[in-house]
Every structure is written in structure tokens, then in C-alpha cells.
């Protein structure tokens, strides 16, 4: 059965804190590793992953993969407020083009 | 401006009725997705669509229903048949089976079953 593992569920830091947050997988017809950001309503798309060691970076925010392992990891440097929501991450798969999603870590950014 | 739209933005249902969501995209999506969140569980796939008039369930289609006359439009109707349809539901799109790199949400609808 395919699943996404997130780590931890949830987590309270402060500003200028850095964050990693986890995201391991067991899914079959692996394609890619997609990361969410949702605030209030709909997630909003952060990274894609396709390969192994390549890390992508938008701003603070900074993501990789390991194929080997099947795990990403989701980086956020120097935290703000505005950092605050729930981070999805999310398996797509070559068949069908279905994407499997995780629980969700829910972080809070305190001033 | 492109994008997905959902409607109603809350739902309010007697147990015992169906009731439909709309879900109408102009990006010219081959893909659409319906999705219900739960708090603490995630995204759950409900039923996807890779073109018109063909559709797969998901991993939660018991109670569920859709339809896809259209490319624009994945309706998504709850039906009473549906025993906790209270939640948050998310519509989403993406460009092409197997090949989208991303999928596209829309606003949501909050189903309230009283």
C-alpha cells in the first residue's frame, strides 16, 4: 500500500529559528516529490523533486530528495510569521497521474 | 486570469440529501481531481479524471459520485449514501495524465452536514 510519512505533525518555533521537516515515502511507480504550502484554503505549490541530490531553493525555502533512502527534506532558514501553515508533501506517480499526500506538518511561527 | 473555481464556498446539508459541488476550470486541464481533507489526515484522492467522459475512483469513493461531460467541469455530488461528509473539500487540475509536474487547486468548499 503506498504512503507518505510526514514528521514531525507539528511544530512551534520562533522567528529567525531554522526548520527542517520530513517527509518519507513507500510508494510504487515513483515520479516525483511535490511540496505544499497551505495557509487558510488551498495548498499553494512550492518544489517539485525529480532527482536524487538536487537540492531546489525559492527565497528561504530549500528542498531535496533521496531516492535511495525516500526521503525529502523541506528547509526553512531565518522563520517568519508568515512561514506559519501546514506543509504537505506529496508523492506523484507515473501511472495516472496520481499523488498521494501525507499528513501535513503543521508549524507555528511565534514572534 | 486562468484558474480553478469552486462553489459554493460553504455547504450546509440535512442528513439524508445529496448534494453537488462544482468544480470548473479554464487552464485547458486534461486532469481533474477531487480531494477531501480531514484534520490531521491529509489530502484524500476521491475520484480523478484523466479525460472526458472517464473517470477511476479514488481511495474514498464510497458515497461519492461524479460525472465528466465536459472538460471544463468535474461535478462532485455527496450523496446520503456518504456516512461523515462533513469536511473540507478540494477540487484540483493538472495539464496532461502523466506528464503534469503539478497540480492546481482550487478555493475549496467546507460541507457542513447538520
Known amino acids: 500500500e503506498d504512503k507518505v510519512v510526514q514528521s514531525p505533525l507539528s511544530l512551534v518555533v520562533h522567528e529567525g529559528d531554522t526548520v527542517t521537516l520530513n517527509c518519507s515515502y513507500e510508494v510504487t511507480n515513483f515520479r516525483s516529490l511535490l511540496w505544499y504550502k497551505q495557509e487558510k484554503k488551498a495548498p499553494t505549490f512550492l518544489f517539485m523533486l525529480t532527482s536524487s541530490g538536487i537540492e531546489k531553493k525559492s527565497g528561504r525555502l530549500s528542498s531535496i530528495l533521496d531516492k535511495k533512502e525516500l526521503f525529502s527534506i523541506l528547509n526553512i532558514t531565518a522563520t517568519q510569521t508568515g512561514d506559519s501553515a501546514i506543509y504537505l508533501c506529496?508523492?506523484?506517480?507515473?501511472?495516472?497521474?496520481?499523488?498521494?499526500f501525507g499528513p501535513g506538518t503543521s508549524l507555528s511561527v511565534i514572534p | 486570469d486562468g484558474g480553478i473555481t469552486q462553489s459554493p464556498k460553504y455547504l450546509f446539508r440535512k442528513e439524508g440529501q445529496n448534494v453537488t459541488l462544482s468544480c470548473e476550470q479554464n487552464l485547458n486541464h486534461d486532469a481533474m481531481y477531487w480531494y477531501r481533507q480531514d484534520p490531521g489526515q491529509g489530502l484524500r484522492l476521491i475520484y480523478y479524471?484523466?479525460?472526458?467522459?472517464?473517470?477511476q475512483k479514488g481511495d474514498i469513493a464510497e458515497g461519492y459520485s461524479v460525472s465528466r461531460e465536459k472538460k471544463e467541469s468535474f461535478p462532485l455530488t455527496v450523496t446520503s449514501a456518504q456516512k461523515n461528509p462533513t469536511a473540507f473539500y478540494l477540487c484540483?487540475?493538472?495539464?496532461?495524465?502523466?506528464?503534469?509536474?503539478?497540480?492546481?487547486f482550487g478555493p475549496g468548499t467546507r460541507l457542513t452536514v447538520l
Open positions: 479524471s484523466q479525460i472526458v467522459n472517464d473517470f
Open positions: 484540483a487540475s493538472s495539464s496532461a495524465a502523466g506528464v503534469s509536474n503539478e497540480q492546481f
Open positions: 506529496a508523492v506523484l506517480k507515473t501511472s495516472y497521474d496520481k499523488v498521494i
